[in-house]
């Protein structure tokens, strides 16, 4: 879609939004290095042998990857037992993306369907959606496949199941993600993807994306009366 405006992109289709970046920061008030090291604590416990690097981890999805490709099911299944409720607890004290909120109801309020779709479990996602009161805005909701890494995104799996749970043609659909496993999922998925560069070095890293933003409010301004009024009379 090489030439594609953001308007192009987000004002006419199912919208698709990864979750911790574009929606809100999960670990803002649980940092993801401590609930990383958590993880690790609980292998060691387990006597689960790690690199490294692997201990040194401030990714808690990098630790949980490392486990689904090096140890049994029923380790990558604690692990991710755990992840979960630290997610949960994280989601409370979440901090919003500006401007997220807005491109949420301003698609809603165009008519437009949103799914969430993310590497971080369904359940932290919805319990924020409720929080916030997104709920009833958001349509579907694509949380990391249970005990299974190999599915998060990069894999286009989570992205096509949010497509297939809207009802949409992936043609139509667009995917708003914060790192290059959001591109890259997108891209396999064959579904259109704005790139958010909420950092600065981002923003050449994705010039792979459709479309490059820096802040969401970029994507909530298409969303405002006077560009739909615009885009109603382009199309008349």
Same mark, same amino acid.
């Given at each position: 879609? $090489?030439?594609?405006?953001?308007?192009?992109?987000?004002?006419?289709? #199912?919208?698709?939004?990864?979750? %911790?970046? /574009?929606?809100?920061?999960?670990?803002?008030?649980?940092?993801? /290095?401590?609930?990383?090291?958590?993880?690790?604590?609980?292998?060691?416990?387990?006597?689960?042998?790690?690199?490294?690097?692997?201990?040194?981890?401030?990714?808690?999805?990098?630790?949980?990857?490392?486990?689904? *490709?090096?140890?049994?099911?029923? =380790?990558?299944?604690?692990? *991710?037992?755990? =992840?979960?409720?630290?997610?949960?607890?994280?989601?409370?004290?979440?901090?919003?993306? /500006?401007? @997220?909120? *807005?491109?949420?109801?301003?698609?809603?309020? !165009?008519? =437009? #369907?949103?799914?969430?779709?993310?590497?971080? $479990?369904?359940?932290?996602?919805?319990?924020?959606?409720?929080?916030? %009161? =997104?709920?009833?805005?958001?349509?579907?909701?694509?949380? !990391?496949?249970?005990?299974? #890494?190999?599915?998060?995104?990069?894999?286009?799996? #989570?992205?096509?199941?949010?497509? !297939?749970?809207?009802?949409?043609?992936?043609? !139509?659909?667009?995917? &708003?993600?914060?790192?290059? $496993?959001?591109?890259?999922?997108?891209?396999?998925?064959?579904?259109?993807?704005? @790139?958010?560069?909420?950092? /600065?070095?981002?923003?050449?890293?994705?010039?792979?994306?459709?479309?490059?933003?820096?802040?969401?409010?970029?994507?909530?301004? &298409?969303?405002?009366?006077?560009?739909?009024?615009? $885009?109603?009379?382009?199309?008349?």
């Amino acid at each position: 879609m $090489s030439g594609s405006t953001l308007s192009d992109l987000v004002g006419v289709g #199912p919208l698709l939004l990864d979750f %911790d970046g /574009p929606v809100c920061s999960i670990f803002a008030g649980y940092p993801a /290095p401590r609930v990383a090291a958590e993880l690790v604590a609980l292998l060691d416990v387990k006597g689960v042998a790690m690199p490294e690097e692997v201990r040194g981890e401030g990714d808690p999805l990098a630790v949980l990857r490392w486990v689904g *490709e090096t140890c049994p099911h029923d =380790l990558t299944a604690a692990v *991710e037992e755990a =992840l979960c409720a630290a997610e949960l607890h994280a989601a409370g004290t979440a901090e919003p993306t /500006p401007f @997220g909120r *807005e491109v949420i109801l301003g698609a809603h309020a !165009r008519g =437009l #369907p949103v799914a969430v779709v993310s590497n971080n $479990s369904a359940t932290a996602i919805e319990a924020y959606l409720t929080t916030h %009161d =997104l709920t009833a805005c958001v349509a579907s909701v694509i949380g !990391r496949a249970y005990a299974d #890494p190999r599915r998060m995104k990069p894999d286009p799996g #989570p992205v096509l199941d949010a497509v !297939r749970a809207l009802g949409a043609a992936t043609e !139509r659909c667009t995917l &708003v993600g914060d790192s290059l $496993s959001d591109i890259e999922a997108a891209r396999a998925a064959n579904v259109a993807v704005v @790139g958010y560069a909420n950092r /600065p070095w981002k923003t050449e890293a994705f010039a792979s994306a459709d479309v490059v933003v820096t802040s969401m409010w970029e994507i909530a301004e &298409v969303f405002s009366p006077a560009c739909a009024h615009q $885009s109603d009379d382009e199309v008349e």
